[in-house]
């Protein structure tokens, strides 16, 4: 499994769990502490500004510990309907190109799994980031507009 963090100038943090490892609270806030520094090493300044976070809502990321890490980081939580596939950029915009790169290819270790899944995300260009994090703007309008209904494409 891999959580990933990215803006419209890419990957910010990539991180991949042992395998058989889930995710919990615990993990999931030492995560935001590895994206707090790799924010600070990789978008110097943005600490600074507002830094706003898009994620469903599993346990982990609605917990009091979770909740009180990001409130003493000052980082905001962008509200969304619940299972709105059409708000979830990386389901779709991601993970979907991700799979299909993927799926025809065999690995013999986790080792070059994890390298190709990195080089996967080295090589795309920042179109394909700024891409999808604009054109949220438009489906956010579209739910606000609706009401949090489902948007159609």
């Known amino acids: 499994m891999a959580t990933v963090f990215w803006d419209a100038k ?3 943090l990539l991180h991949l769990l042992l395998l ?3 995710i919990n609270a615990a993990l999931y806030c030492s995560n935001l502490y590895r994206l707090r ?8 300044g ?3 500004r507002c830094v706003v976070l898009q994620h469903e809502y599993a346990t982990p990321h609605s917990v009091n510990l979770t ?3 990001l409130q003493r980081y000052g980082w905001e939580i962008l509200p969304h309907p619940a299972h709105s596939p ?5 389901d779709v915009h991601l993970y979907v190109p991700l799979k299909c790169h993927l799926g025809c290819m065999a690995f013999d270790t986790e080792c070059d799994f994890v390298g190709e899944l990195k080089d996967w995300f080295a090589h795309l260009n920042l179109d394909f980031f700024r891409v999808s994090v604009y054109s949220q ?17």
């Not at 520094?37 to 110097?44: C, F, G, L, T």
């Not at 703007?137 to 494409?153: A, F, H, P, T």
């Open 86 to 90: 059409d708000l979830a950029p990386s």
């Open 20 to 22: 058989g490892q889930c």
């Open 10 to 12: 890419g990957v910010i």
């Open 67 to 69: 909740q009180q890490r």
């Open 46 to 48: 943005t600490l600074r």
């Open 37 to 44: 520094d790799a924010i600070r090493r990789k978008r110097p």
């Open 137 to 153: 703007l438009s489906r956010w309008k579209k739910c606000i507009n609706l009401q949090g209904d489902y948007v159609e494409k």
